[in-house]
């Protein structure tokens, strides 16, 4: 195993990008950061950040870049974070993110982006039929259903489908990826730090091309700057 990274998931609402990424947080011990996670928890703990969060959700509005990067910066400063790496999960969602987060992070650089690459079809049958644990956030579908009905897994939370998983919303998510997060695997794949995985098959068959995948360049990347 390759001793810590700094890696950032991309991948279409529903690809499977959570479980993957809690996935590889344990495997290379490092966090993982969701922005989706931190916002969601703040929103339900009625902290100041969660209160702003939820003004924008209430009014249909993506939450500002400022707000974001404010947040991701302030939890990059983290030991945890500093001493091994983390896998990023939801930022960056923009080219003007990424420029930041090059900054954030720096004197280090991102080790290596990561593209869990599903068809639109399939994404959209995965989302209209997932749930998720409220507590820890722990996705289900009618392949992978909790042991209990209606009771996580992982920390015995209840399991329910997500308001936001309805038609419109899913739809609305899925154009901003295209127009917005899309342009990213270009301006990774030029600076060559880009790797793509198919993300069709049963999720641990993923995992593994994953930590193969990612243990592959990381190792050569290491071995060429010695």
Do not use: W
Request: aromatic residues 4%; contains cysteine; charged residues 25%.
């Amino acid at each position: 195993m390759v001793p810590g990274a700094r890696l950032v998931m991309l991948g279409k609402q529903g690809a499977g990008k959570g479980t993957q990424c809690v996935r590889l947080s344990r495997h290379y011990v490092v966090p993982h950061i969701s922005t989706g996670d931190m916002f969601r928890a703040a929103v339900k703990t009625g902290t100041d950040l969660g209160s702003k969060v939820q003004s924008f959700l209430d009014a249909g509005e993506l939450i500002p870049d400022d707000l974001v990067i404010s947040v991701i910066a302030e939890r990059l400063t983290h030991h945890d974070t500093l001493g091994r790496g983390f896998v990023l999960d939801g930022f960056p969602r923009t080219v003007h993110q990424a420029d930041v987060l090059n900054k954030i992070v720096e004197p280090h650089k991102i080790d290596l982006v990561v593209n869990i690459s599903v068809p639109t079809e399939m994404v959209l049958e995965r989302l209209a039929t997932r749930m998720v644990c409220v507590d820890c956030q722990t996705n289900y579908s009618p392949q992978q259903m909790p042991k209990v009905n209606g009771l996580c897994d992982v920390c015995g939370g209840e399991v329910i489908s997500r308001r936001d998983d309805n038609e419109k919303a899913i739809k609305m998510r899925l154009e901003l990826y295209e127009t917005q997060t899309n342009p990213l695997l270009d301006y990774y794949g030029s600076r060559g730090i880009l790797l793509e995985v198919d993300g069709t098959g049963p999720v641990d068959d993923v995992t593994l091309g994953l930590i193969q995948g990612i243990d592959e360049v990381l190792t050569h990347a290491r071995q060429e700057s010695r």
